[in-house]
């Protein structure tokens, strides 16, 4: 069993031939400030792997683009829990992207709008599971 609040490397999503593929065939949806991208596959056990990115052409700066996505990294991590009670033997891959063209007002609005994804996402893997 994985801890409940950490976000190690086997969780992550690093692969350039899964994320092109997650890019090309994966499902969307919106819940701004965020845009995601999902895609769910069999597997003999249960994994979630998770990537974060925000546009260069939104926030010019590294330094901006790294704040943001250390952000989310860490509300992802504080939230992901409910998706990990629900999804059994399937492999889901994910990517969270920044589109918001301001930098967060604080953690607790990217927070509570990750809450908002995480639940969304129970909903998307539930409804096409029972397909």
Do not use: W
Not at 19 to 29: A, M, R, V, W
Not at 58 to 67: D, M, P, Y
């Amino acid at each position: 069993m994985k801890k409940p609040f950490s976000f190690n490397k086997t969780e992550r999503l690093k692969s350039r031939k899964v994320l092109e593929q997650l890019f090309s065939k994966g499902n969307t949806f919106l819940v701004h400030p965020f845009k995601v991208m999902y895609m769910i596959n069999s597997a003999n056990e249960a994994a979630i792997h998770c990537g974060v990115g925000v546009s260069k052409k939104n926030f010019s700066k590294a330094v901006q683009r790294n704040r943001v996505k250390r952000l989310m990294r860490e509300v992802y991590r504080l939230n992901k829990q409910p998706i990990y009670d629900v999804v059994k033997q399937h492999q889901v891959n994910l990517f969270i992207l920044y589109i918001d063209k301001n930098m967060p007002i604080d953690f607790n609005y990217l927070n509570s709008k990750m809450k908002a994804v995480v639940e969304k996402m129970q909903i998307n893997y539930l409804h096409e599971v029972a397909q």
